[in-house]
């Protein structure tokens, strides 16, 4: 059975529209329901620690909440407090959605 969501490491060009651009930029990027591809940038300094070390980390899971958001079908937010912000900063993580993020996906997908 094959998995709905797919999320790996890749470098340079993997057989997708969106060849990974090497250290910093675009550290990872996914695609609207429903591919289901998430793909970090392997050329990245990454971390999952709290607080991350002081080497220029970034956050894999801000950034992985952030693309999850995207698998989910959020556009990024104007909002610098919501995990759905584009720019991610090194050394920082952000892992508690806002108020901005909940509102959004809640507006994608409505209780009854
Ligand atoms: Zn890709």
Redesign the pocket.
Same mark, same amino acid.
């Given at each position: 059975m094959a998995s709905d969501l797919v999320v790996g490491v890749?470098g340079g060009d993997? =057989?997708?529209?969106?060849?990974?651009d090497g250290l910093r930029n675009e550290l990872a +990027?996914a695609f609207y329901p429903t591919d289901g =591809?998430l +793909?970090y940038d392997g050329d990245e300094q990454w971390s999952s620690l709290v607080p991350l070390p002081d080497d220029g980390s970034y956050d894999v899971v801000w950034v992985g909440i952030n693309e999850i958001g995207h698998l989910l079908g959020l556009v990024h937010s104007n909002d610098p407090n919501a995990v759905m912000f584009p720019w991610v900063e090194p050394g920082k993580n952000k892992r508690t959605l806002a108020a901005d993020d909940i509102d959004a996906i809640r507006a994608l997908y409505p209780q009854g």
């Open positions: 890749y993997h =057989g997708d529209s969106v060849p990974c +990027h =591809g +793909h």
